[in-house]
């Protein structure tokens, strides 16, 4: 139970890295979103973009403390799936804006490495919140 603490409070920091520097850039970070065109909308992506900076910030904040993990284990998987979905389909292409929010959700040029690390807290927030969830 204490190695899943300590990765638990390890993913949570990863998480707060992420949503700290997207929350003092969130134009940036909208600026980033819209360059990957996949809404039309800019009102619903702006919408979006903050909902995604207030949901990492959430997912962080659960991860350190104590919570109920059924909720934040969905959560979790929620905004992993997306980034990993928005990332597969623009492998390759280059963008002009970037945000530079931890580069894992909003890199420059979308890699095979950017989609195997969020591939990997994927499969991190299942194995935490499985063992969560069993014990």
Known sequence: ??????????????FLKSSLTKTKK????YKALEDYKFLKNSKLLL????????LEQL?????????KPI????????VQTFYIVLLLLNLGR????????FSLNAPAVVTGRNISVNIFLLI???VIYGCLIRY
Do not use: R
């Open 1 to 14: 139970m204490i190695l899943i603490n300590i990765c638990k409070i390890l993913l949570g920091v990863v």
């Open 26 to 29: 969130p134009y940036q970070f």
């Open 47 to 54: 919408i979006l973009a903050t909902s995604l900076i207030v």
């Open 59 to 67: 997912l962080c904040i659960f991860l350190i403390l104590p919570s």
């Open 71 to 78: 909720i934040f284990f969905g959560l979790g998987v929620l």
């Open 94 to 101: 280059n963008f002009k804006n970037n945000c530079e929010c």
């Open 124 to 126: 991190s927030i299942f």
